[in-house]
Nanobody, 117 residues
């Protein structure tokens, strides 16, 4: 059974940085694309970034140049380095694993990121 556990969220000031971590277990391998999504109050859940096992990445326009997604396949972990945070980045951030072929989705429980002075 696949399980994803996020950590690293918290309260930061505008312009600050946070690093989110996602620990995966239960069979996540190179057949899965890993990603981060976020959902603000009253908003839909949106893509933040994805990364393949080979290191190919994709970012939402709103975070390009500020966020960096990375992956450690040996540790079954994925990370999201968030820099130059602004209040619009406030949301619950979710780790996602999607099978490249079967399109099966797995989600973590989410971690709250709040950007405020």
């Amino acid at each position: 059974q696949v399980q994803l556990v996020e950590s690293g969220g918290g309260l930061v000031q505008p312009g600050g940085s946070l690093r989110l971590s996602c620990a995966a277990s239960g069979g996540i391998n190179s057949r899965y694309v890993m990603g981060w999504y976020r959902q603000a109050p009253g908003k839909q859940r949106d893509l933040v970034a994805t990364i393949t096992s080979g290191g190919s990445t994709d970012y939402a326009d709103s975070v390009k140049g500020r966020f960096t997604i990375s992956r450690d396949n040996a540790k079954s972990a994925v990370y999201l380095q968030m820099n130059s945070l602004n209040p619009e980045d406030t949301a619950v951030y979710y780790c996602n694993a999607r099978h490249f072929i079967y399109r099966t989705d797995y989600w973590g429980q989410g971690t709250q990121v709040t950007v405020s002075s």
